[in-house]
């Protein structure tokens, strides 16, 4: 028995009446079946479109050219000629993303700690992380060991004796040689300048070991020991220019109590961090995720 | 300014390839603005669809029986011309439904305990239960003292000295007054006969003291102490012949370590119960739950 | 059958050793049998106990007074001479409650919203909430018909046309008609100068509509829809000088999406506000609750 | 500056008046200092309690048998003679372990799912896991790759060929080389009978892919698909002879919908389930739980 494969589409642009309808349309004249569909309009009139469809047995393959085509030229704005309705010609400034590319790229970034990093080894020694870790770099040299085990490019950069410009030139240079499409911060503990992050516009994540925006910046676990929280989290965002205020994807607490240290809130606080992480990851990298200012749509 | 109505359509019926494109199309037609829509198609093939929708400014009203009209001859399987397309004729076997009854239309059934019957009368009593109470029924008298707190009639209806089916025609009888959408076992702590239950098919929702399907039946909680369970929680669902064994809508769970007695466990649980089964109404009583088989899809 | 009493004994000062040894051995004398006995010390030195303790039932009655008398002469500081060891004499600066009053008198203040105080007042008309609602304040009357249902008086003491010193005042003249033990903010919209809260040092607790310390101040949904989390909380807590800045006593959760307006998050957050108020008074007048500094102890 | 050592006292027995008063005699006659004491009486009338304690840097060492056998010889039963009190003699029953192995040696026995296993092997090789992984059983080779990073001995004993008797001899006389502690299921996915568990007992931890009682045997997260559950969860227990009824160490739960088919459910589970049997083994590990009847006791 043959399969169909399934294919995705991603729509992102401003809202217009019969969105749905004129891209659904395109899709059934080509004889596709929709398998799923979930659609979001932000309040600011940003519509976001995740469409999963597939083409019937004996249409086993379609052209993703003509395809996107149609629908550039069908939706609304460019001019809807379907049903003889005048509607105002011009762009409609829709983008289409069809199939994007299923396994992604990545760079991992670390300094000392172990448990984020050893979370996405594992799933990518298993092939459940839908993507390929390229590299590990780290500004320390002590996960070198754990990295080698599996067969994973290490590179030390040590940012002692540099200036920050000239250490982030430095990670920069190798990252370069990997064309990674995302850098994940596997609690990379150092603070990136905006020159760094522009590099890679939301294509960096980051685990922020608090639940934000509580406890923004450095010693989180101190800071909620030290206002007595009754429960702790973790937090996976997108950076940007500004440090911990990129577009949350995932969260998640836990329940602590007046019995844990700091220390012990960052013990158990990894699990969460590991966790929190890895599925924000396959949020992004099953191309799920939607940037809308600085809100992070998951459809 | 005037805002326009919001509208919901409802479909429920088999899947076949093109629906959400004829649907969304009809609405487009009629000019109509698709502000939310969601889908599902189960694994056995049946579609269920839920959208909301408003008419232009200009368009601030329509007529619902030709959208209907249109919908129901539209769809794939009645024949659709629109295209040119060759269709098996024939019924496409959808249900439609255009803007259900906005208020339902309640009796709440109940025992001893009140804080489910509390939560619900409290809500009620502030216009947040999107539904009315018509009639509070109880094997026990009891709760009658909160009941006329708040205005609402309240039946006292005794077992004692009566056959279940005795009982149950008298409770049947007393419902019947008030021809009600929905029965409401708030803590109602009898088994009801199949008899009784296939007066409202789908209609009735019971909240039941544990996480289904574990510890069915009599004091969950004692079952829940004596297995040495960490976690207790409460499950609201559809009640049909079998009993705890309905379509869950919702449930939720609460932490326990081994100093909770089964009377602690109880307590805790209260508090579960209460919110698990407002949670729940409020998705029945927005139409956001469709059945399929023995689950409930929550859209 | 005669059930033994179940009897609470407190303990909060500077931790030295033996404490434990010394307070279970006058209980042991006095052959009075613990039942659950639990015990904290903070990392800057203090030591908190809790001990619930029965006498049998020869023995169904003892004199607090010896009682209290020879905890506060035995345990080291005051000097030890059970065992013949040199201690240093002096106050051991314990202090000892035995049976703290077991149900508390509160006065619950509101402005608007029903939930908390529905939630109260359900509890408190059947006997779970271990206090006494003397009065409710509102600085608006809407909530009055409810709070009339239950035959608590009601005080409608507006802000308006009073400067906040004014209005303040004249809410502590009402206030101390009753002399309440604690007072509740279930959802008081307005924030208390120094000058109020000093009146009632440890006894107000607050629900604030967050997962603090995020979003402190006004508006908080609002700012967790803009920051775009996917989980919103409420925190329980002590009120002190510093706005939203107490000791937390509880706090939960509930996760969101980017489907949930600001209003949804609110609509959604009610449930977890009035649950996590209910759970931090039932700690407080249970007496389970201690101050360590900007920390609350449940124990 | 010497760090004094932590010390660990464990008790288990029948409980009796003045319990905790002699055993923190005791340690006060040793100068010992007291830094957390918990402990537990069950319905039945069992008593556990677990003492950590450190000795003054003065005296930085004390003699363990001495001073276990002052505890055997103190505590009431055995004749209590400190205060001329008239105490029964005769056994206290009391099982007193002091400072137990810190370190434990286990064997993991695993199928072919790679989660739980590759939790622990990071864990493991970070020296987090407060155990030694001595060996991996499977009956399948598919994780002897994972299990060679970490220069772990992998067994494949396959269970093809042989009777379930001859299969478990087979493990047996593997696991007798290695004489450990504890045997973790990391999902072992084959019913273990009587004979083999009980050469454990309570020595042996499974993680069960559900929510406990509910869906256990095969396939649970085919049962929770079929019964339409809105919440999943991993349990970690003791096994004993019957299957999956041990007594319960931790629980977790994670939120699903009508969207989530079987295998999604298996795979969010995965997530649960390692972090679920990572904290229980950490619980066990660190002599925290007791077992009273079928149920765990956590101090």
Chains 1, 2, 3, 4 share one sequence.
Do not use: W
Not at 62 to 80: K, R
Not at 115 to 129: N, T
Not at 240 to 265: C, F
């Amino acid at each position: 028995m043959t399969v169909p494969d399934k294919h995705i589409l991603l729509m992102d642009g401003p809202d217009s009446k019969g969105l749905i309808y004129h891209v659904t349309g395109v899709l059934y004249r080509h004889n596709l079946n929709i398998i799923h569909n979930d659609e979001y309009v932000s309040p600011s009139g940003r519509f976001f479109m995740r469409t999963e469809f597939e083409a019937g047995v004996a249409y086993d393959s379609f052209d993703s050219a003509v395809l996107l085509h149609e629908l550039q030229t069908t939706v609304p704005g460019l001019g809807d000629h379907t049903h003889d309705r005048a509607e105002a010609p011009g762009q409609s400034g829709i983008t289409f993303r069809l199939n994007p590319k299923r396994r992604k790229n990545i760079v991992v970034m670390v300094t000392k700690e172990h448990h984020c990093l050893g979370e996405l080894l594992i799933r990518y020694a298993f092939d459940e992380l839908d993507a390929d870790i390229l590299a590990v770099v780290s500004n320390y040299n002590m996960l070198q060991p754990l990295v080698s085990k599996f067969g994973i490019p290490f590179h030390h950069i040590s940012h002692e004796g540099k200036t920050r410009e000239e250490h982030e030139e430095a990670i920069l240079r190798t990252i370069a040689i990997y064309e990674p499409e995302y850098i994940v911060l596997a609690k990379y503990m150092r603070v990136l300048t905006a020159g760094f992050v522009n590099h890679f516009p939301n294509r960096i994540i980051n685990i922020h070991h608090s639940f934000l925006p509580a406890f923004v910046g450095a010693n989180p676990y101190r800071q909620a020991y030290e206002r007595g929280v009754k429960i702790i989290g973790a937090t996976a965002h997108f950076v940007n220019n500004d440090l911990d205020e990129g577009p949350i994807i995932a969260q998640n607490v836990k329940e602590v109590d007046h019995r844990h240290t700091a220390a012990d809130m960052a013990t158990e606080g990894k699990d969460v961090e590991k966790i929190v992480l890895s599925q924000a990851l396959k949020l992004v990298f099953s191309d799920r995720v939607f940037i809308s200012g600085n809100r992070a749509i998951v459809l």
